[in-house]
């Protein structure tokens, strides 16, 4: 019978770990990012006569006006800032009261699956070195 590995206690492997969350922060932030740079331009393009119009005379209401009557840019720049928002949370979360146990428990899950695949697993290099 396969004994089975104790990850917790080896510090290679928290360190492990500690790479794998660091990524799945880069991602998530790269993602917000590609979010602002590609739907963002699109977004601000469709309302660009009502911009011009705001920058005449700005009131909530012609705001208002402007994305409800333009849903394609309201729900790309809601999704934008909901991403960005949702990603800074996350992280503050993160930071202020550590890691949760469950995610704690997936990140582990996937460096034990990381490392028993061997460098055939996408993730390999950055997270075994």
Same mark, same amino acid.
């Given at each position: 019978?396969?004994?089975?590995?104790?990850?917790?206690?080896?510090?290679?492997?928290?360190?492990? +770990?500690?790479?794998?969350?660091?990524?799945?922060?880069?991602?998530?932030? =790269? =993602?917000?990012?590609? =979010?602002? +740079?590609? !739907?963002?331009?699109?977004?601000?393009?469709?309302?660009? &006569?009502?911009? /011009?119009?705001?920058? $005449?005379? %700005?009131?909530?209401?012609? +705001?208002?006006?402007?994305? %409800? %009557?333009?849903?394609?840019?309201? !729900?790309?720049?809601?999704?934008?800032?909901?991403?960005?928002?949702?990603? =800074? +949370?996350?992280?503050?979360?993160? !930071?202020?009261?550590?890691?949760?146990?469950? &995610?704690? $428990?997936?990140? &582990? /899950? $996937?460096?034990?699956? !990381?490392?028993?695949?061997?460098?055939?697993?996408?993730?390999?290099?950055?997270?075994? /070195?």
């Amino acid at each position: 019978m396969a004994q089975v590995e104790q990850p917790s206690s080896d510090s290679s492997f928290n360190q492990q +770990v500690q790479r794998l969350h660091r990524l799945t922060v880069y991602g998530r932030w =790269l =993602l917000a990012g590609f =979010l602002w +740079v590609t !739907i963002a331009p699109l977004c601000l393009w469709e309302l660009r &006569e009502d911009i /011009k119009l705001l920058q $005449q005379y %700005f009131t909530w209401a012609s +705001v208002r006006y402007g994305l %409800f %009557f333009s849903p394609f840019a309201a !729900i790309g720049l809601s999704l934008c800032v909901g991403m960005t928002a949702s990603v =800074l +949370v996350w992280q503050s979360r993160n !930071i202020l009261f550590g890691l949760p146990a469950s &995610e704690k $428990q997936r990140l &582990e /899950k $996937q460096v034990y699956r !990381i490392r028993q695949q061997g460098s055939s697993h996408p993730l390999w290099k950055w997270v075994c /070195k």
